[in-house]
């Protein structure tokens, strides 16, 4: 048995389409699930449906991107009960047009490097939101770069060269709006932040004023020295410890269900979604 409450579709930019991430899941062992694609809840019914034919309890979610006070972009899973929460739709919808002002920015600053490709061949990549793994895909294809990897490595990662940072809805708002519609924020990959120990615990803090419910302390990147702090400030300010593979598809670096050792506990879903008076949806 396995919990794996991160993990993407061709929703956004996973590979495998909603359905066939569950089948996989089944397969691997995987008894809950959360499908949490960027900024879109577009594959959740799908997933909700193939969840029920093959015994997998599929919790609805999302991945929000978000501003930062320190010019960074964090990345805010939101989890509900609800398939379809009034007014989520909306907010992604809005937050879908700042991220595609962001792939514009992304594109010029590529051009401006020397590596110039068009929008038109990166949307050719993306079936639902694009994101930076559809540029370096496009990079790629154009022969610029030798992969999707080198591509991050060399243009579009976090503080890489074309690297623009998310200039939309500012984290602690997204965590208030995600409450606000009754579901549960959590802060993906914290260690992305990259603001040391003493900086991400005080932003933690600020984050858990405004109704944040847990952060990601179990991913299968994660050193024992790394996951030690973030289990200590989940703790301190009594966020749940929560994680996933981050899977993307089958060339993902992790299988989907890895949330490291040890493993995210089997009641996690439970424990996140009664923080905010939920209840994990039932298989149907």
Do not use: W
């Not at 992790?254 to 493993?263: H, Q, S, V, Y």
């Amino acid at each position: 048995m396995a919990v794996d409450l991160h993990c993407h579709s061709t929703a956004s930019d996973g590979t495998l389409s909603p359905a066939s991430v569950v089948a996989l899941a089944a397969e691997q062992g995987v008894t809950t699930l959360a499908l949490t694609d960027h900024d879109t809840i577009d594959g959740v019914a799908e997933a909700v449906h193939a969840g029920a034919d093959h015994g997998v309890r599929v919790i609805p979610g999302v991945e929000i991107s978000t501003g930062t006070p320190f010019g960074r972009t964090m990345h805010l899973i939101a989890l509900f009960a609800d398939p379809d929460p009034p007014g989520l739709t909306r907010a992604l919808t809005q937050n879908r047009a700042r991220r595609d002002e962001r792939i514009d920015l992304i594109l010029a600053r590529l051009a401006a490097l020397g590596p110039e490709i068009s929008r038109e061949r990166v949307d050719a990549h993306a079936t639902g939101t694009v994101a930076r793994p559809h540029i370096a895909a496009a990079l790629v294809e154009a022969g610029h770069c030798s992969s999707v990897q080198d591509a991050m490595d060399r243009y579009l990662g976090d503080h890489r060269p074309a690297d623009v940072p998310h200039r939309g809805l500012d984290g602690a708002a997204a965590v208030r709006l995600v409450r606000e519609l009754g579901g549960a924020p959590i802060v993906a990959h914290p260690g992305t932040l990259r603001l040391g120990n003493t900086g991400l615990e005080a932003y933690m803090q600020s984050l858990a004023t405004v109704g944040l419910v847990g952060i990601e302390v179990h991913r299968p990147e994660h050193l024992p020295g790394q996951r030690d702090v973030m289990r200590r400030i989940a703790r301190r300010f009594g966020l749940v410890a929560s994680g996933g593979s981050d899977f993307h598809g089958p060339e993902s670096r992790f299988r989907l269900g890895d949330t490291g050792e040890p493993a995210l506990p089997d009641d996690a879903a439970d424990v996140v979604l009664s923080a905010v008076g939920k209840r994990v949806p039932s298989l149907e």
